[in-house]
């Protein structure tokens, strides 16, 4: 009876360790209706072996295209040295598709500007022959009222050498450029002597190291400005009035950045 109680209950404590069982590795042993041998203990699981493995990501678009130019420029070198019509055609046929993959992106470059016109550059500087007409009255009337407004904050300054070969080729081109424009120029020499178109030019006298030009490269053409007292630059060597024009214009009217 006691045996019956005994199997009735084995199975819900089987694989445990009874004290009835003797040590282990000992001939103790009760028969088949117990269950005596020491259960496996349960390894735990590390954080890490828990975590979900993922598979390995695929290479990067920049990977990609490596791999492409690696596998067109070995197929290349293959053909070169070993000119054979396989080799020929298998480099030709990498080369097709590489320049196919460039006109979708191409195509699809253009079909994006199109439709996006911030990122369409050309409502900036147009490229077509008749908005960049357009593009060039309206610039020039922006040039020419900026200029026109010059003398109410700024000032310019003409740097000149009675022997400079390209102060007397510049002189008498600013002096048009002055007049034309309405513009007030103070015509400095360097050496004290008159300056070609500039009979009124007045000496150094410490000016250019005032406006920080010592040793410039002459002819010199500056633009101060009477609110910050800042010294702007404008050009150096001889330049043609349109280029000077333009250059006054960047300085005075537009933002850095702003023009490109």
Not at 63 to 79: F, K, N, P, V, Y
Not at 177 to 200: K, Y
Request: hydrophobic letters at 45%; aromatic letters at 8%; charged letters at 20%.
């Amino acid at each position: 009876m006691a045996i019956g109680l005994v199997v009735a209950a084995a199975p819900a404590v089987a694989r445990e360790w009874h004290p009835w069982c003797g040590e282990p590795g000992s001939d103790a042993s009760l028969g088949w209706h117990f269950y005596c041998d020491r259960a496996a203990p349960v390894k735990p699981v590390e954080s890490s072996e828990a975590e979900t493995v993922l598979p390995p990501a695929g290479p990067s678009a920049t990977e990609e295209i490596a791999r492409m130019r690696q596998q067109l420029e070995e197929s290349r070198a293959t053909a070169i040295l070993q000119p054979t019509p396989e080799n020929v055609a298998a480099y030709l046929h990498l080369q097709q598709a590489s320049l196919q993959r460039a006109s979708t992106f191409s195509d699809v470059f253009r079909r994006v500007v199109w439709s996006t016109p911030e990122l369409d550059y050309t409502l900036t500087r147009p490229a077509g022959a008749l908005a960049k007409q357009l593009w060039s009255d309206n610039r020039l009337a922006a040039v020419q009222s900026a200029l026109a407004n010059l003398g109410e904050r700024y000032g310019l300054i003409y740097l000149g050498d009675s022997h400079c070969a390209g102060c007397r080729v510049f002189g008498p081109l600013l002096r048009a450029f002055a007049l034309r424009h309405g513009l007030d120029v103070l015509a400095v020499s360097m050496t004290g002597e008159a300056l070609e178109g500039w009979p009124e030019a007045v000496p150094d006298n410490g000016r250019a190291a005032q406006l920080g030009l010592v040793g410039a490269p002459l002819p010199a053409v500056v633009l101060f400005d009477t609110e910050t007292g800042e010294v702007l630059p404008v050009a150096f060597g001889v330049v043609a009035e349109d280029q000077l024009a333009e250059r006054i214009y960047a300085l005075t009217a537009l933002e850095v950045g702003n023009d490109y």
